[in-house]
């Protein structure tokens, strides 16, 4: 038997980077997935490789930002495979500008994918997941637990999102269902490629300081953690805010 052996795992933000590697690890590990993103071309490489695994996918390209489409999704999962047990909220964008040049539509574009998205898929699963008692897994980052410069939208979405793991960890604990965020720091996918800092800025305000390699870790690395917290294996641990940084925020 593999840990997740008759489990259902929705998974947004499946088409690429960490949201890919959380998806084949949970497939790998016997889950059967529901995975969501945007991008309905990298999605359906993602479901492909799943099926390749021999388990049961099912794919559902919807922006994660409207909470009318986030009900849906849930309610589309469930009238598949009737239950829900890992919820991994991963779907999420990131940029860096200096604060004077941060339009309205660039703050509620962010805080809309990376923060309202989360807060639509924990209320829409949570009955489902308070059935199986199930567990959810947020998408964070270092950028949730310390200030990161030219980062001010984006680190307000992570922060919040430590925080409501934490609120509804708490809310739901006596009840049986987990909560858990996981805050990497650099990892290596289309996110960090495409990365860059506005002109003019000062380098030495910004850490690339990851002490025990000095560099970016694999997605994979990061679907390790998100695995654990989603196992049973860590069924004495919630509401808590998991560093996988290589050491970047010690302290
Ligand atoms: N890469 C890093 O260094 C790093 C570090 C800390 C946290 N994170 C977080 O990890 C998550 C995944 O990032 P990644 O590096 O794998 O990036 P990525 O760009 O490779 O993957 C993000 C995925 O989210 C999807 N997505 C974006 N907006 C969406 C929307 N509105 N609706 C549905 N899907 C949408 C994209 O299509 C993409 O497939 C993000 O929440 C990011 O903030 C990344």
Not at 32 to 42: M, Q, R, S, V
Not at 81 to 100: E, P, S, T, V
Not at 128 to 154: D, E, R, W
Request: proline letters at 3%; one cysteine or more.
């Amino acid at each position: 038997m593999s840990r997740f052996n008759g489990k259902v795992a929705m998974v947004t933000g499946a088409a690429s980077g960490i949201g890919r590697a959380c998806a084949l690890r949970l497939a790998e590990d016997g889950a059967d997935l529901f995975i969501a993103d945007i991008n309905a071309d990298l999605l359906a490489d993602t479901a492909a490789t799943i099926e390749g695994m021999g388990r049961e996918v099912v794919q559902h390209v919807f922006d994660v930002s409207d909470g009318e489409s986030c009900r849906e999704a849930v309610a589309t999962l469930l009238g598949k495979y009737n239950r829900l047990d890992i919820l991994c909220n991963i779907a999420g964008i990131a940029g860096a500008k200096h604060l004077a040049d941060i339009s309205d539509e660039d703050w509620r574009r962010m805080t809309a994918i990376n923060l309202d998205s989360v807060f639509y898929l924990c209320q829409a699963a949570m009955p489902h997941l308070l059935a199986s008692k199930g567990n959810i897994v947020n998408m964070a980052s270092t950028a949730g637990l310390v200030g990161q410069a030219y980062n001010a939208p984006y680190c307000a979405t992570k922060g919040a999102v430590v925080m409501m793991s934490k609120a509804l960890a708490m809310e739901f604990a006596a009840q049986g269902v987990r909560v858990n965020a996981v805050c990497p720091g650099g990892v290596k996918t289309p996110l960090t490629d495409a990365f860059t800092f506005p002109d003019n800025v000062d380098m030495n305000l910004i850490s690339k300081l990851m002490p025990l390699t000095g560099d970016m870790c694999e997605p994979e690395q990061i679907a390790d953690a998100v695995a654990f917290l989603a196992a049973e294996s860590s069924s004495f641990i919630t509401g808590v805010a998991l560093p996988i940084d290589g050491g970047q925020v010690i302290g």
